[in-house]
């Protein structure tokens, strides 16, 4: 099993700032792309960022210049740094992997429980 713990979550005032964190523990082989996700209320969950091993990245055209993302592959965890943070950036955040687990062939997507990021004033 994957084991994924966000943390860094809360509340900030529009144009602050909050770094996210995930860590993943367990019986792990190998992560190849991390990654972060959002859902605000009544919305899709959508994808923010993603990171793969060598550390490629991509972003949501709506975070592209505020948002940066990053993973430290010796502790296997990923993180991401919100600047700029708009109201329309509330949303549970969700921390993802595609790992594999040692003895197993192949690589699956896990999940992490979520934090929740409140933009307002």
């Known amino acids: 099993q994957v084991r994924l713990v966000e943390s860094g979550g809360g509340l900030v005032q529009p144009g602050g700032s909050l770094r996210l964190s995930c860590a993943a523990s367990g019986s792990i082989f190998s992560i190849n792309a991390m990654g972060w996700y959002r859902q605000a209320p009544g919305k899709e969950r959508e994808l923010v960022a993603i990171i793969t091993r060598d550390s490629t990245t991509n972003y949501a055209d709506s975070v592209k210049g505020r948002f940066t993302i990053s993973r430290d592959n010796a502790k296997n965890t990923v993180y991401l740094q919100m600047n700029s943070l708009k109201p329309e950036d509330t949303a549970v955040y969700y921390c993802?992997?595609?790992?594999?687990?040692?003895?197993?062939?192949?690589?699956?997507?896990?999940w992490g429980k979520g934090t929740l990021v409140t933009v307002s004033s």
């Open positions: 993802n992997a595609d790992a594999r687990l040692m003895y197993s062939r192949s690589y699956y997507p896990h």
